[in-house]
């Protein structure tokens, strides 16, 4: 079955970086555009970044652009998301997910908090 499984969450300070990666497996990886989402407490969810098949075409949301890079390696089936300048307002539970034919496959998300 489909598993998205994230790590790499965790407490920083203002200003520092974090990697997330997100291993997948149950399906075919490498055609399959993959997304990073995170949701505040009382927030709704948000879409962070998301990148194509290829890796070549990408998109972030305006609150992480200049901060955020996401990629992907296709031979190990992972998709990472790196965050520099983290601020407490990217503290957030963030969660990978692929879309499937009828329903989006979420990872059970990994905590990240900004604090000094």
């Known amino acids: 079955q489909v598993r998205l499984v994230e790590s790499g969450g965790g407490l920083v300070q203002p200003g520092g970086s974090l990697r997330l990666s997100c291993a997948a497996s149950?399906?075919?990886?490498?055609?399959?555009?993959m997304s990073w989402y995170r949701q505040a407490p009382g927030k709704e969810r948000e879409l962070v970044a998301f990148i194509t098949s290829a890796g070549g075409g990408t998109n972030y949301a305006d609150s992480v652009k200049g901060r955020f890079t996401i990629s992907r390696d296709n031979a190990k089936n992972t998709v990472y998301l790196q965050m520099n300048d983290l601020q407490p307002e990217d503290t957030a539970v963030y969660s990978c997910?692929?879309?499937?034919?009828?329903?989006?496959?979420w990872g059970q998300g990994t905590q990240v908090t900004v604090s000094s």
């Open positions: 149950g399906f075919t990886f490498s055609p399959v555009t």
């Open positions: 997910s692929a879309p499937g034919r009828l329903v989006r496959y």
